[in-house]
């Protein structure tokens, strides 16, 4: 599915902790005076700055995401000819890993689409050992607008079973106040994917799951702010305000939502087996349509969080996320 590119999503967003957050830099400095656990800082604009690596943020999205599939659906087959797609398989099982490669390779280049086929629901997002990932995460660089405050604090590891301390006491540094941007991008995505991403989104703002360091005594809890969503269609052309497909002199009657699969309609061309059912009617008014750069491609823009901003979009993802489960769980399009 790499070798096309018929739809793609940008949100921009802002991640504002709400509390202490740290990602710690995975190693200690030489200097004694600075905590042992420092947060973990880069060059950006010419001069050093804390900030959100997209590794970290990515990595904690996709850990919930699994818990939310594994909570509507299995992650395994009832038996090998059972046409649902597995909802969530353990990347890091070893036993996975070896069949996805013995998988690969056995396959002839023409048949390559199987191993799409095959990946569970959130590897086809996020990919695995044979497939590469669809989801793409910017790091968040502070907003200089907004004043970084960052703090050191102290604490010792508790021995479970004597009570008393069994490493300690250690200093560590907590950023408690300011704002990171960042983007995360999609690409040939359907409706349901883009849906799974929103609620995990909605439950990271919401403080159901954290990032980075110490989650479970009280770290990593963070805010969010939607900036903008824009869904791109590089295929398409607009002209007096309509939208044709490259290549065809009929409009599009409405204004759609489109998952990739509706680009990909026809004998053999759909063997990634995309949903071909996968669109929402978007009201103009709602929304800026607008021409890619250079006049070529079609884009839809959703702005802030408010009505009609991005929280809009995320409904009607979610709505297409509703319908898979209503059909009984991941199950390939035919």
Known sequence: MHKLFVNHCTLDLTIIPDGPIL????REGADPTKPQMEFVETFHNGRPTIYLPGSSLKG???????RIVRT????KKPSESDSKLIWASNPLDEKTIKAQEEFKKKLPADEIYKIYQESSFTDQIFGNVAIASRLR???AYPDTSVPVKIEERNGVAIDRVFGSVAHGPFDYQVCTSGAFKTKIHLKNFSLAQLGLIALVLRDLDAGWFGIGFAKSRGLGIVR???????VQYPGCILRDKQVYPFGSLTPWDKI???GAGEFLRGDNANPYNFPTNDQEKQEVKDILLT?????FGVQLRWQGDGKNGVPD???????????LLQTGGAVCAS
């Open 137 to 139: 995460i910017e790091d």
């Open 23 to 26: 990602i710690k830099s995975g």
């Open 72 to 75: 509507v659906g299995d992650d």
């Open 224 to 230: 969010l702010e939607y900036n903008s969503a824009v």
């Open 60 to 66: 904690a999205i996709r850990a919930h995401a699994e």
């Open 256 to 258: 759609y939502l489109l």
């Open 291 to 295: 021409a890619m750069d250079f006049n």
């Open 313 to 323: 979009l995320f409904t009607k993802a979610v709505a297409a996320w509703s319908k």
